[in-house]
Antibody, heavy 120, light 110 residues
């Protein structure tokens, strides 16, 4: 079954760190670029980051100002998002999404999302 | 601030056609031939509906179509059905190899 499954969300205090994971199955993981997209409660979609299929390039939303790091482990078919210095405004559902090609920026497969709540 | 502007809401009656616009407001949006559209029902995962302006992924109804004129892309839904009621987002890649989403449009089927 072709799918993405996120994990690692939860409640975290402001200033702390959290690492999200996204496990892929049913397709050749190493052939695809991967994205993180978030959605704050009641708000629209906000793109977070992308890593190209071969891991050679990583790009981030300007608003993150270097606090987040995207990475991948092709041996485990897993995508990661390391989030540091978390702020209350980072509270959102975080989705991982597959790029339809190596770097097309067309998101053709989405995970179910994992909720991150930043609160004291 | 999003570089893609969408109307906050649109509405239509069953059987009618509606269009949702997506206007590029930043020169950073690259090429603007790479506009995609996503449908999201409340509490559900976004779903790709159109890519590269007017291409439909397998399984998406042909009632959904896309077009572009100048700096405005549009999603048209014909033969509106109750199940089409959802939020719709456009997106486009940028010259900086990032991705930007529009603010989203809530479609109400009357």
């Amino acid at each position: 079954q072709v799918q993405l499954v996120e994990s690692g969300g939860g409640v975290v205090q402001p200033g702390r760190s959290l690492r999200l994971s996204c496990a892929a199955s049913g397709f050749t993981f190493s052939s695809y670029g991967l994205h993180w997209v978030r959605q704050a409660p009641g708000k629209g979609l906000e793109w977070v980051a992308v890593i190209w299929y071969d891991g050679s390039k990583k790009y981030y939303a300007d608003s993150l100002k270097g606090r987040f790091t995207i990475s991948r482990d092709d041996s485990k078919n897993t995508l990661f998002l390391e989030m540091n210095s978390l702020r209350t405004e980072d509270t959102a559902v975080y989705y991982c999404a597959r790029d339809s090609g190596t770097k097309s920026y067309i998101l053709d497969l989405w995970g179910q999302g994992t909720l991150v709540t930043v609160s004291s | 601030q999003s570089a893609l502007t969408q109307p906050a809401s649109v509405s239509g009656s069953p059987g009618q056609s509606i269009a949702i616009s997506c206007t590029e407001t930043s020169s950073d949006v690259g090429g603007y031939n790479y506009v995609s559209w996503y449908q999201q029902h409340p509490g559900k995962v976004p779903k790709l509906m159109l890519y590269e302006v007017n291409n439909r992924p397998s399984g998406v109804s042909n009632r959904f179509s896309g077009s572009k004129s100048g700096n405005t892309a549009s999603l048209t839904i014909s033969g509106l059905q109750a199940e089409d009621e959802a939020n719709y987002y456009c997106s486009s890649s940028t010259s900086g190899s990032t991705l930007v989403f529009g603010g989203g449009t809530k479609l109400t089927v009357l």
